[in-house]
């Protein structure tokens, strides 16, 4: 089915300004409450939110089979269900309908008065019901960077890195969209030089500049997805902020890893922009030495040029662009990821959101976490005013932005942004 929501020379109707995230070349989805406090699965075209639930009771989606209910629900879960023909034929259909040349909504004003909103006069949702959620640590030089830090510099990766898209499995409870703010951890660390462990507010806070994606139902149990039928189970993707706790952490992690240091909270942003829409933007990922096994072997395109970025802004102070970093350095694929995580069976459901692990490039300044970029806090952050931070302090918002860009279509995916809040205590 061609995919003709991506034609780099349609215009819509609707405003678009020149360096937006979302073009009609885009069409993510996600849910949002509209001004008359109705919750509804949406799309977004420049700054404008499309109900997509009015649009269906208004049927300009004849011909499409979705069930009558399909885009008048609280999360994406259904939709998504449905699988990769549908979603095509719904991004194709809502290209037609805000086409420039096409005068069906464009001249109906009534119509247009029920189904575009203002962007700043909706509220976003959490996208999908996410079920389980899995965080893998599949960034090379993140890795590396670690090893160095906390092992022996000679031997940075594990044994099994370069063999396995290595992951563990998070906790979905806690996973927020933008603009929910977070309170800082408390749990066990052990200082330096201390025999014994001690409770209190984490004094490491730090953020992980991740993507993740989000999956439909890909498999029974038992049954393993073959890595070349992979992405076609990849429903789309979000900036994903997992924050972190590095001195619980390192008291905990031993001998079955992370726990409370990454389960209190993780960020993403509102709007899923599928693969579909991602593909003119397709790029060949780092070289892979050893050779993958069989189940794990790819050829071809599967890595995604996607300019990532991280700013600090401190309460009452102006953002510090931190960090500038893409998805492409990422040493293992979404793919990969996927058909591990199923190989032993285990069944993927609609909804499922799998985090990339923290994206860091081959430079200081691209690294994706303050754990990097500071060192480890020997070589704090001067901000521009004036303060400087080894971690993340009480009042700072993390700014996460990302877009791919040719020289014919910009594809973004807006931002996740969070603020870190003192620890959370009973009135």
């Not at 609280?74 to 037609?96: H, P, Y």
């Not at 090893?147 to 510099?153: I, L, Q, S």
């Not at 660390?189 to 001690?198: A, C, R, W, Y």
């Not at 102070?317 to 032993?344: D, P, R």
């Amino acid at each position: 089915m061609p995919l003709t929501a991506n034609d780099p020379s349609r215009k819509s109707w609707l405003d678009v300004p020149q360096d937006s995230d979302f073009p009609i070349q885009n069409i993510p989805f996600g849910v949002f409450i509209t001004k008359d406090d109705v919750v509804t699965i949406g799309t977004r075209i420049g700054n404008y939110a499309i109900d997509l639930g009015a649009l269906q009771q208004l049927n300009y989606f004849e011909g499409i089979e979705l069930t009558d209910d399909m885009f008048m629900q609280d999360t994406l879960n259904d939709f998504i269900s449905d699988g990769k023909k549908t979603w095509r034929l719904v991004r194709n259909r809502i290209a037609e309908i805000f086409d420039s040349n096409n005068p069906e909504l464009r001249d109906n004003d009534k119509h247009r008065e029920t189904i575009i909103f203002n962007i700043e006069d909706v509220e976003m949702q959490l996208p999908v019901l996410i079920g389980d959620y899995t965080d893998f640590y599949s960034s090379r030089e993140h890795a590396t960077n670690v090893g160095k830090m906390f092992r022996d510099p000679e031997n940075a990766l594990l044994p099994n890195w370069l063999h396995i898209p290595v992951g563990y499995h998070g906790r979905s409870s806690t996973i927020v969209p933008s603009g929910i703010p977070i309170h800082r951890p408390q749990g066990q660390t052990l200082p330096p030089g201390n025999d014994t462990p001690v409770f209190g507010p984490s004094k490491l806070v730090d953020f992980e500049l991740e993507m993740a994606f989000i999956t439909t139902d890909a498999n029974i149990m038992g049954e393993p997805i073959p890595i070349e039928e992979a992405e076609d189970h990849i429903f789309g993707m979000v900036l994903f902020n997992d924050w972190s706790a590095r001195d619980i952490q390192k008291w905990e992690y031993v001998p079955l890893g992370p726990f409370l240091a990454k389960n209190f909270a993780s960020s993403m942003s509102p709007w899923i922009v599928t693969l579909d829409a991602l593909e003119p933007f397709r790029t060949k990922g780092p070289e892979q030495s050893p050779e993958p096994m069989d189940y794990l072997k790819q050829e071809g395109e599967h890595a995604f040029d996607i300019n990532l970025q991280v700013a600090l802004q401190p309460e009452d102070g102006n953002e510090n662009v931190i960090c500038n970093s893409n998805f492409k350095y990422m040493y293992w694929s979404m793919a990969q990821q996927l058909a591990h995580h199923t190989v032993n069976g285990c069944r993927v459901n609609s909804g499922d959101l799998m985090g990339s692990g923290t994206i860091s490039g081959p430079t200081p300044d691209s690294f994706g976490s303050m754990l990097e970029l500071t060192w480890g806090g020997k070589n704090p952050i001067k901000l521009n005013d004036g303060t400087e931070r080894k971690f993340i302090n009480d009042g700072d918002t993390v700014i996460m932005r990302g877009y791919c860009k040719n020289d014919t279509v910009r594809i973004g995916f807006g931002e996740v942004k969070s603020k870190l809040l003192p620890p959370f205590s009973r009135k």
